[in-house]
């Protein structure tokens, strides 16, 4: 197993991330799946029949992510394992409502990461939309991240150790 000197999952955005995630998590994938897997996967999305420009005018997201990873392939190579670019920290408003659970005086225990799932799956992304702490498109994707960081670290992980400061 290579050993990177340096977190490479942070260098790769949350869309990739979770788009890497979701194919190494798929069951049909092919194993393991390596950074050109997952290119080809992206690829295989954008309409072949566009010319470069209407790609690039009417799929930026696809082509982002493709240009995204033919940075991390040409710098690891194509065959680096995909799973070691998936993030590892909360996106910015998964780290808020880590926090509000962190925060909350009545627990007595630090929270894992299934305690905040059970905090979001009990209604609090829409306290804390309500209170404005998250805006309303915030919430769609908490409960899809939280479910991959619990795949990947375990649902007794601690959470404070997924907060992102920036």
């Not at 340096?6 to 990739?16: G, Y």
């Not at 290119?39 to 209407?54: K, Y």
């Not at 009417?58 to 392939?73: Q, Y």
């Not at 926090?99 to 225990?109: C, I, S, T, Y």
């Amino acid at each position: 197993m290579i050993r990177y000197p340096v977190d490479v999952d942070t260098r790769v955005s949350p869309n990739l991330s979770l788009l890497i995630d979701s194919r190494v998590n798929d069951p049909d994938a092919e194993q393991p799946v390596t950074l050109v897997t997952v290119r080809t996967f992206i690829a295989g999305l954008l309409p072949s029949a566009l010319d470069e420009v209407e790609r690039l005018h009417h799929f930026d997201m696809d082509a982002s992510l493709l240009d995204e990873l033919d940075v991390l392939i040409e710098e690891y190579g194509g065959d680096a394992l995909a799973i070691d670019f998936v993030r590892s920290d909360a996106s910015e408003a998964l780290t808020r409502a880590i926090e509000a659970v962190v925060d909350d005086e009545n627990r007595e225990n630090p929270p894992t990461l299934g305690t905040v799932r059970e905090a979001i799956t009990g209604g609090l992304t829409a306290k804390l939309v309500g209170d404005g702490v998250l805006e309303d498109d915030e919430d769609d994707t908490l409960l899809a991240e939280i479910d991959a960081l619990i795949r990947r670290h375990g649902v007794d992980a601690l959470a404070e150790e997924f907060i992102r400061y920036e």
